[in-house]
C-alpha cells in the first residue's frame, strides 16, 4: 500500500525507467538512499510492484493480439479458472461482471492459431460455454502507468 508522497515519486519514477539505482532514485525524488532502499523493500514485500520487461507482441512474432470473452457455467468456474491459469497462450486471465463472465488476453502467431485456439483448446474445457475472441487490429495505447500524472 502506497503510504505517501515519496511512495508515490518511487514508483513513478520506476515506471519511467525500471533500471534505476537507489542512488539515481533518491536524488531524482529528493530522500535519501537509506530511505529509498528501506521503502523499495518495503513495497516489494507488500507485493505493491514488481519489475519486469514489457514485451510488444507486434515486435515479437505475434501479429495476432486477441481479447477473448467467455461465457462459464458458474457451478465450474473454479476449475475454469485452474485451467485457463495453466495456458501459456494466454497474458491476462480476469473473472468479469457483465455480459461475459471471464476475459483472457492472448498472442497468437497467426489468425489459424487463434481459431484453432479458440475453437479447439478452449472448447475442450468442461464449463466453458462460449467463447467470443476479438482479434486486435491496432494497438492504441498499452499502459503500465497506474498512478502516473498526466
Not at 36 to 64: N, S, T
Not at 90 to 101: H, I, K, Q, Y
Not at 115 to 132: C, M
Request: proline letters at 3%; a positive charge.
Amino acid at each position: 500500500m502506497l503510504r505517501d508522497e515519496l511512495d508515490r515519486a518511487l514508483l513513478e519514477a520506476l515506471q519511467e525507467d525500471g533500471t534505476l539505482s537507489c542512488r539515481a532514485l533518491a536524488l531524482r525524488c529528493k530522500s535519501s538512499e537509506p530511505t529509498v532502499r528501506r521503502r523499495l523493500r518495503r513495497l516489494r514485500q507488500e507485493d505493491v510492484f514488481r519489475i519486469a520487461a514489457v514485451v510488444d507482441p507486434f515486435k515479437q512474432g505475434y501479429p495476432v493480439v486477441a481479447i477473448i470473452n467467455m461465457k462459464v457455467d458458474q457451478r465450474e468456474m473454479r476449475a475454469v479458472k485452474s485451467a485457463l491459469a495453466e495456458m501459456r497462450e494466454l497474458r491476462f486471465v480476469g473473472v468479469t461482471v457483465g455480459t461475459f463472465d471471464m476475459v483472457a488476453e492472448a498472442w497468437f502467431r497467426s489468425a489459424d492459431e487463434m481459431l484453432s485456439f479458440t475453437s479447439e483448446v478452449l472448447a475442450q474445457i468442461p464449463g466453458i460455454l462460449r467463447v467470443e475472441p476479438l482479434q486486435i487490429h491496432e494497438m492504441v495505447t498499452y499502459a503500465y502507468d497506474w498512478g502516473k500524472r498526466r
